[in-house]
């Protein structure tokens, strides 16, 4: 497994098949993608890319670094390299790329038994806020190292 980071549009445009797989838990996120980050392209967006011997996308890791915050915005693996570090090595590799051990991190309550674990066991990271309804009515979001910004 090789891990790239990307700035390329054809290479980035290539995640939003990838990024349909999570629109259950953040149904505006292909929106978000095309119009905040594919299509405005700035320093403070970083991608990361995991590709498997074949160079094929077995998953990805956006992140932001600004001003005014730091975030891990979005993890995600294809099925078939879930739980072989794949997902470790794209964390560790963009808190690297954002220089940051405790980016804000958000996780859906469906996903938190996915990621709490490693979030606080592995980077010592807390939940320091929850909001209800966030991306999704009635549904909770967990924020590890900060708070929402409204």
Partial sequence: MKIATITETTE???LLPLLSDIEQYYPDILCWYKEKFLHFPSLSNKALIAY??????IGFCLGKKSESETKLRCIYVI???RCKGTGIRLIDEMLIELDDKYPVATVSEELLHMYSY?????YK????DIQKGLY????????FNGYHKK
Avoid: H, Q, V
């Fill in 12 to 14: 980035l445009e290539k």
């Fill in 52 to 57: 498997n011997d074949n160079d094929e996308i």
């Fill in 79 to 81: 099925p078939e390299y």
């Fill in 118 to 122: 490693l979030f606080i066991s592995k």
């Fill in 125 to 128: 990271w807390k939940i320091i």
């Fill in 136 to 143: 999704r009515i009635g549904k909770l979001e967990y924020f």
